[in-house]
């Protein structure tokens, strides 16, 4: 007989929104620098390895860390873990904030990315032990997957906006109150909750799990970047190797990082790959809508900032729109599969761009988010609820690599596309920086007297343009294939309800 789950009320609808604000800085930290990297520039000096390190180790560790670290919440406690990385994420914003070296902004954004992943797979996990009533956690992992979505497009607004009244370091120091917040009402408000029966930490695991994580992402982003280089490619090969030594350290410990019984939830295993297709088509598409906004259109870096921060009104609803649809009983696999179909009818208007698209850019991008987002939340709910709570710290980081992996794949992917017709579209006879990039067309057009250079800078809007269409058709043959998988693999899925059983065992 199982037991009726218990509904949340305003202490725990109330810990959901004190969870929100870290969860949005976490994600906004990722696109934070976007304005602020001039400003470091010029006064801290840094190499150009240094720079790249700047930007890219707070994604590469928190990337890294995730299955880690949502393994050792299960094991030491949820909350506990939260509140030690808001206040590492709090001490690391910091140190940030005032660094006078290149070395120390790295470092300190090293420790802002182990302070990420220990902060987004325990809010997860939380609103899993908080929210037993299944509409009601339907709603909360709804609004987290909105909040997390949202934040990485108001990072790069934020970051605009402080670097032009204040100094580059005031784009950390905004996460101090939302830090202090949390370590003081998050003992008040929110249960403890991990894994009573966890068994002992696997170090072995750690590095194995790096180290299949972080070439892979790693040789992706490259590839997407500069395009196929054998050493990209063997960086993502040595990662698929490990990947397999990890795979093979779970089944075979008697204390694994991430306990193979996770997947054996019926529905778990679906919702993560198509989790990975969803990340897929949202990266995709932001990789080349901000290049158009900024390169083909001719905006400011805020204002392509601010134009694209429209689409985001509609991601507010989609989440909320999903859940209610299922409550209203709306197949869960229907709820998916149009989403996915949603997603790619906005792949589908991208096809229909011009050099002068703006407002149809726009749409594009409100009608994919929305159906991503309305996808992601359901997935989530779908991964949260088949695991068992015990480990949903666990279960909360494979959904989140997931979607690192995902963008990663996508960029490399749909860059590749979009970068091979640019450079077939592109004139034989314009120079070999020109027909590499669109960048780097622009800057040769700069160069060029008169028409010369206003034909070079046409031609190259034009091919970039191509490039587009080509990658959004690839983008929407892939987004209606997940449509179509989503239709049949959650089809018998069945969300369990008699949740408040388990959440008295997890919670101490």
Request: aromatic content about 8%; hydrophobic content about 55%.
């Given at each position: 007989?199982?037991?009726?789950?218990?509904?949340?009320?305003?202490?725990?609808?109330?810990?959901?929104?004190?969870?929100?604000?870290?969860?949005?800085?976490?994600?906004?930290?990722?696109?934070?620098?976007?304005?602020?990297?001039?400003?470091?520039?010029?006064?801290?000096?840094?190499?150009?390895?240094?720079?790249?390190?700047?930007?890219?180790?707070?994604?590469?560790?928190?990337?890294?860390?995730?299955?880690?670290?949502?393994?050792?919440?299960?094991?030491?406690?949820?909350?506990?873990?939260?509140?030690?990385?808001?206040?590492?994420?709090?001490?690391?914003?910091?140190?940030?904030?005032?660094?006078?070296?290149?070395?120390?902004?790295?470092?300190?954004?090293?420790?802002?990315?182990?302070?990420?992943?220990?902060?987004?797979?325990?809010?997860?996990?939380?609103?899993?032990?908080?929210?037993?009533?299944?509409?009601?956690?339907?709603?909360?992992?709804?609004?987290?997957?909105?909040?997390?979505?949202?934040?990485?497009?108001?990072?790069?607004?934020?970051?605009?906006?402080?670097?032009?009244?204040?100094?580059?370091?005031?784009?950390?120091?905004?996460?101090?109150?939302?830090?202090?917040?949390?370590?003081?009402?998050?003992?008040?408000?929110?249960?403890?909750?991990?894994?009573?029966?966890?068994?002992?930490?696997?170090?072995?695991?750690?590095?194995?799990?790096?180290?299949?994580?972080?070439?892979?992402?790693?040789?992706?982003?490259?590839?997407?970047?500069?395009?196929?280089?054998?050493?990209?490619?063997?960086?993502?090969?040595?990662?698929?190797?490990?990947?397999?030594?990890?795979?093979?350290?779970?089944?075979?410990?008697?204390?694994?990082?991430?306990?193979?019984?996770?997947?054996?939830?019926?529905?778990?295993?679906?919702?993560?790959?198509?989790?990975?297709?969803?990340?897929?088509?949202?990266?995709?598409?932001?990789?080349?809508?901000?290049?158009?906004?900024?390169?083909?259109?001719?905006?400011?870096?805020?204002?392509?900032?601010?134009?694209?921060?429209?689409?985001?009104?509609?991601?507010?609803?989609?989440?909320?729109?999903?859940?209610?649809?299922?409550?209203?009983?709306?197949?869960?696999?229907?709820?998916?599969?149009?989403?996915?179909?949603?997603?790619?009818?906005?792949?589908?208007?991208?096809?229909?761009?011009?050099?002068?698209?703006?407002?149809?850019?726009?749409?594009?991008?409100?009608?994919?988010?929305?159906?991503?987002?309305?996808?992601?939340?359901?997935?989530?709910?779908?991964?949260?609820?088949?695991?068992?709570?015990?480990?949903?710290?666990?279960?909360?980081?494979?959904?989140?690599?997931?979607?690192?992996?995902g963008g990663a794949l996508s960029m490399a992917a749909l860059g590749s596309i979009g970068s091979a017709v640019y450079q077939h579209e592109m004139p034989a006879s314009?120079?070999?920086?020109?027909?590499?990039?669109?960048?780097?067309?622009l800057a040769v057009a700069e160069q060029l007297p008169g028409r010369a250079g206003d034909a070079l800078a046409a031609a190259a809007r034009e091919a970039f343009t191509s490039g587009m269409h080509g990658a959004a058709i690839a983008g929407a043959v892939v987004l209606l294939g997940a449509a179509v998988v989503?239709?049949?693999?959650?089809?018998?899925?069945?969300?369990?309800?008699?949740?408040?059983?388990?959440?008295?065992?997890?919670?101490?």
């Open positions: 007989m199982t037991t009726n789950p218990t509904r949340a009320g305003r202490r725990e609808w109330t810990a959901l929104g004190v969870l929100m604000l870290p969860l949005l800085l976490v994600s906004m930290d990722v696109s934070v620098l976007y304005f602020a990297i001039p400003a470091i520039t010029a006064d801290l000096e840094p190499s150009g390895t240094q720079q790249l390190w700047i930007f890219d180790i707070y994604a590469f560790v928190l990337a890294g860390l995730l299955m880690t670290m949502g393994s050792l919440g299960d094991r030491i406690g949820r909350r506990r873990l939260l509140l030690i990385g808001a206040a590492a994420f709090g001490a690391a914003s910091l140190v940030a904030a005032y660094a006078h070296s290149a070395e120390t902004l790295i470092a300190a954004r090293a420790v802002l990315g182990i302070g990420g992943a220990t902060l987004m797979p325990s809010t997860m996990a939380l609103v899993r032990t908080m929210f037993t009533d299944p509409g009601q956690r339907a709603k909360a992992v709804g609004l987290w997957t909105g909040v997390m979505t949202a934040g990485i497009a108001l990072g790069s607004v934020m970051s605009g906006v402080l670097v032009e009244f204040f100094w580059w370091g005031s784009v950390f120091l905004v996460n101090l109150p939302a830090m202090v917040l949390l370590l003081v009402l998050g003992p008040i408000l929110l249960p403890e909750s991990k894994n009573p029966d966890a068994g002992r930490f696997d170090l072995v695991s750690v590095p194995l799990s790096m180290a299949a994580v972080l070439p892979v992402i790693y040789g992706l982003k490259e590839l997407a970047a500069h395009g196929w280089n054998v050493l990209y490619v063997m960086s993502v090969t040595v990662g698929l190797l490990f990947a397999a030594l990890f795979v093979h350290r779970q089944r075979t410990t008697a204390s694994p990082m991430v306990p193979p019984r996770i997947f054996h939830g019926h529905g778990f295993t679906p919702a993560v790959c198509l989790n990975l297709v969803a990340a897929f088509g949202m990266m995709g598409s932001a990789y080349f809508t901000t290049q158009y906004i900024q390169s083909v259109l001719g905006k400011s870096g805020l204002e392509a900032s601010l134009w694209a921060l429209l689409p985001s009104v509609f991601i507010g609803f989609a989440g909320a729109v999903s859940a209610q649809l299922v409550q209203r009983g709306v197949p869960r696999a229907y709820v998916v599969a149009g989403g996915f179909v949603t997603s790619g009818c906005g792949y589908g208007l991208l096809v229909l761009t011009g050099t002068d698209s703006l407002w149809l850019v726009l749409a594009a991008c409100g009608v994919l988010a929305s159906g991503i987002i309305a996808v992601t939340a359901q997935l989530a709910d779908v991964a949260l609820s088949t695991a068992p709570v015990e480990n949903a710290g666990s279960a909360s980081s494979l959904l989140e690599t997931s979607t690192e992996f314009a120079p070999t920086p020109a027909r590499e990039t669109l960048g780097g067309a989503a239709g049949a693999a959650l089809r018998r899925i069945r969300v369990p309800e008699g949740a408040a059983r388990d959440q008295e065992k997890a919670v101490v």
